[in-house]
């Protein structure tokens, strides 16, 4: 049978034996909840379980688990869009929800993937809820942001961002103090003090693979530096945090 007798009996049939799917409209308020970081509403869709509830849930395969599978990746999909949307920095966002897309798929129930659904929600929501705490960027921070989130792991200057941005650097220097509030030196040196933080927290990853992973000259220059930026040294802070809150989920930066 080919694919549009098969798609055309299968319409029929759903036209004879219609499942109505949930509005879009309710769709589109839960998506646009993470987005706008509105935790409350987010906390009372998981509470009613309506990831879990069949009515409604359209049947992307016959087999329950796959089903719910495959409505988790979607779920990941558009969250990831609308947080975009919202100013999150796209590298980041893709980063986060292949991280739970990829743990998802090492579910094995249903109640464990609608548990990491929760938690992939709850993750996305309360980063947007941060983020909408700060002033709406220019299209050339937001840029700028991006670019410095998605090299991490190189040593950026000012001359790097920008020939990316096709702006001076002094325009760039001035637009970033004005709009970020700090200069773009410290923002990254922030930026990579956070994601060291969750490396100590979260990985085993030594010390000297972290220092050359966020690209510091040395693993002395990496500890006093974080030491300076953290009050503790980067051993001291593993010791003191090493997976605390591993039960509610990781925080990536």
Not at 57 to 66: F, P
Not at 92 to 105: E, T
Not at 141 to 152: E, F, G, L, P
């Given at each position: 049978m080919s694919l549009d007798r098969e798609w055309n009996h299968l319409e029929f049939t759903r036209h004879e034996v219609p499942a109505a799917h949930r509005p879009l409209e309710e769709e589109l308020s839960f998506y646009n909840a993470v987005k706008?970081?509105?935790?409350?509403?987010?906390?009372?869709?998981?509470?009613?379980?309506?990831?879990?509830q069949s009515e409604g849930?359209?049947?992307?395969?016959?087999?329950?688990?796959?089903n719910i599978r495959y409505h988790f990746v979607v779920t990941a999909a558009m969250i990831t869009r609308y947080c975009i949307d919202g100013g999150m920095e796209a590298e980041?966002?893709?980063?986060?929800?292949?991280?739970?897309?990829?743990?998802?798929?090492k579910g094995q129930s249903r109640d464990e993937i609608a548990d990491l659904h929760r938690s992939m929600c709850f993750d996305f929501t309360r980063k947007m809820q941060r983020l909408q705490s700060h002033n709406v960027f220019s299209k050339h921070?937001?840029?700028?942001?991006?670019?410095?989130?998605?090299?991490?792991h190189s040593r950026i200057t000012l001359k790097d961002l920008s020939v990316h941005l096709?702006?001076?650097?002094?325009?760039?220097?001035?637009?970033?103090?004005?709009e970020v509030g700090i200069s773009i030196h410290e923002y990254i040196r922030e930026k990579k003090m956070e994601k060291a933080k969750n490396l100590l927290k979260y990985s085993d990853y030594c010390i000297a693979d972290i220092a050359n992973y966020l690209?510091?000259?040395?693993?002395s220059h990496f500890t006093q530096t974080f030491e300076k930026e953290v009050g503790l040294s980067p051993k001291k802070y593993r010791d003191k945090y090493y997976r605390k809150s591993w039960s509610r989920g990781v925080e990536l930066p």
């Open positions: 706008e970081g509105n935790l409350s509403i987010v906390e009372e869709n998981c509470a009613r379980q309506v990831f879990l849930m359209g049947m992307l395969s016959e087999n329950s688990l796959q980041k966002a893709y980063c986060l929800s292949d991280f739970y897309i990829q743990k998802m798929d921070i937001v840029r700028c942001i991006d670019y410095i989130y998605s090299n991490m096709d702006l001076s650097e002094c325009y760039l220097s001035k637009l970033f103090l004005e690209s510091y000259s040395s693993q």
